[in-house]
C-alpha cells in the first residue's frame, strides 16, 4: 500500500471519529406550546435553579411561569415562580424551586414565560429531576413578553442517535478496508 494512500484512509478515519455536532441552541419562541395539557401520573419532585444574569435588570416584577417536559409528553407547569416580597429574580443571583409535577424521564425542552414591564434576562435552568440526569439550558438573553421562550431538545436527541449510528458504520467500512489493503 502506498504512503499517501495509507495517510488518507488515516486522516479519513480519524475525521469520523472527530465529528462533532454541537446541539448548543438559542432560545426562541414557541407561540403554538400549550400547557392545558398536564398529565397527572403520579407526583415526582423537580428542583430547578434559575440564574438570572448580571446583565439583567437589578429586579423585576414581572410574573414568571416555567414549563419543562420529556419526549414522552409528561409535562411539568408552574404557573408562578416570582415574588417580589422575596427579591426573586434579582441581577446576578440563582433561585432554587422544587416544582412537584407529573414523573418524567429525561428532561428535553423547557420554556419560560414573562409577563410585565420590566423585562428579565435569565443566564441558565438547571432541572433536578428523579429519572433524568441534570440538565442545563443556557439563555443569556432577555425572555420576550407573553410569549413561551426556551429550548427544545427532544427531536435532535433522536438526529444524534442516527448520527452515531452512521458514524460507526462508515468507521466499520473504513476499517475493513484498512485490513483488506495490509
Excluded at 58 to 81: E, H, K, V, W
Excluded at 107 to 134: F, H, M, Q
Excluded at 158 to 181: E, K, N, P, T, Y
Aim: glycine share 6%; with cysteine; aromatic share 20%.
Amino acid at each position: 500500500m502506498s504512503k499517501a494512500g495509507f495517510l488518507l484512509l488515516y486522516f479519513g478515519f480519524i475525521f469520523i471519529l472527530c465529528d462533532a455536532k454541537s446541539i448548543r441552541q438559542k432560545p426562541r419562541a414557541f407561540e403554538s406550546f400549550n400547557v392545558s395539557y398536564i398529565q397527572n401520573l403520579g407526583s415526582c419532585s423537580y428542583s430547578v435553579i434559575i440564574s438570572t444574569s448580571c446583565s439583567s435588570t437589578s429586579y423585576t416584577r414581572d410574573q414568571i411561569s416555567i414549563a419543562f417536559g420529556d419526549a414522552y409528553g409528561n409535562q411539568i407547569y408552574a404557573p408562578r415562580l416570582d415574588d417580589p416580597s422575596t427579591r426573586t429574580f434579582e441581577r446576578c443571583s440563582s433561585d432554587t424551586f422544587e416544582i412537584y409535577g407529573t414523573c418524567a424521564y429525561q428532561i428535553c425542552y423547557v420554556y419560560l414565560y414573562r409577563t410585565g414591564p420590566d423585562g428579565w434576562k435569565p443566564e441558565s435552568v438547571k432541572i433536578y429531576g428523579y429519572n433524568s440526569k441534570a440538565v442545563t439550558f443556557y439563555y443569556d438573553t432577555f425572555i420576550p413578553g407573553d410569549v413561551w421562550y426556551g429550548f427544545n431538545y427532544c427531536n435532535s436527541a433522536s438526529s444524534s442517535h442516527q448520527w452515531i449510528g452512521q458514524r460507526s458504520f462508515l468507521s466499520v467500512i473504513l476499517l475493513f478496508v484498512l485490513c483488506a489493503l495490509f
